[in-house]
């Protein structure tokens, strides 16, 4: 729903990278993995257009659980009722880097895409968790003990996020598919078969994304999925996004990316332009009561990324047509 405030949100990779500065690891094919993303309703409900249901996950007690971070601290958690997720913690490692995921699922929303897995903020008591984990005893509780950073009153926050057993990653970053994508978005390209058409907008409109959000871990490997039956590209693992600052040479490396563009969605770029400082800071909206999401510092830095990527967009525009750089709907 565009421009309207989102359900706290985040897109878990189980694979989630360290807090420190980027190292990319690209991956060379396409693969499967067991990931958190969403399951299969709340999938459906977004590829309909509308807000999933996550009211079940807001309640539900943790009964069991188990780590499945390499590099970060990430939980599949058991909750009543069967259900199952991700929860990524505020912890000593990564810090409140789970905000990054939250703020670009709001951004998503605000924007129009569902390309971003919905996800919620939850507050667990910290000895619920523990107990969930096995206690010190089991690798899973010793990590979380050591980790997790609990509030005065004796909570740990973080994200949580609906599970799928199965999740299909599509290496954008290597061969065949890096030099496909690329001649899909040249001036003098274009998508040349119906699933390419149907994917070109959603890399173009990712590119874009993550230079606003300043998402420095993107093409590292195993961070971009895909829901085939829906020929719908998945932006997931965004917790290198809104770093306070970004780091200056990925953010670079972003910019020179999205230079090399030259094919766009109309809709999409017209969702940026309509993002102006206030009706972001509205989207983005508060963590908690009275706690903003992002500072203040943040936000300003993704309205200067937004009007730098309008800059490079207009100017393209400027020199190849309207027609021909607003080329999808």
Not at 14 to 21: E, F, G, L, P, V
Not at 172 to 196: F, H, I, K, N, V
Request: some cysteine; charged content about 20%.
């Amino acid at each position: 729903m565009k421009g309207r405030p989102a359900i706290l949100a985040l897109a878990l990779c189980a694979c989630s990278r360290a807090s420190s500065a980027p190292s990319p690891s690209p991956s060379s094919s396409t693969s499967t993995s067991s990931s958190p993303s969403t399951s299969t309703s709340t999938s459906d409900a977004a590829a309909d257009g509308g807000e999933p249901d996550l009211s079940a996950y807001a309640i539900a007690a943790p009964v069991g659980g188990k780590s499945v971070g390499h590099t970060s601290v990430v939980f599949k958690l058991k909750l009543e009722g069967g259900l199952e997720a991700a929860f990524k913690p505020q912890s000593h490692r990564g810090g409140h880097r789970y905000r990054g995921e939250v703020a670009a699922y709001r951004l998503a929303r605000a924007l129009d895409i569902d390309n971003v897995p919905p996800a919620m903020i939850r507050s667990f008591p910290r000895g619920a968790l523990a107990a969930a984990l096995g206690g010190e005893a089991s690798d899973a509780g010793a990590l979380f003990a050591k980790e997790a950073v609990a509030a005065a009153e004796g909570t740990v926050t973080g994200a949580l996020v609906p599970w799928i057993p199965k999740l299909e990653f599509i290496a954008l970053e290597a061969e065949p598919m890096s030099s496909a994508w690329r001649g899909w978005l040249a001036p003098d390209g274009g998508p040349d078969t119906s699933e390419a058409q149907a994917l070109a907008p959603q890399v173009s409109s990712m590119i874009v994304f993550d230079y606003l959000t300043g998402n420095w871990d993107r093409w590292s490997g195993g961070q971009i999925g895909i829901d085939r039956l829906h020929q719908k590209l998945l932006y997931l693992d965004n917790d290198g996004a809104f770093f306070d600052p970004p780091p200056p040479a990925p953010l670079a490396a972003q910019l020179a990316r999205l230079a090399k563009v030259a094919r766009f969605s109309r809709a999409f770029v017209g969702a940026v332009r309509a993002l102006d400082a206030d009706a972001a800071r509205s989207a983005f909206g508060e963590e908690s009561p009275g706690v903003p999401l992002l500072s203040a510092r943040v936000l300003a830095g993704v309205e200067q990324r937004r009007k730098a990527a309008l800059g490079v967009i207009d100017a393209k525009i400027a020199q190849l047509g309207e027609g021909a750089v607003l080329a999808f709907p």
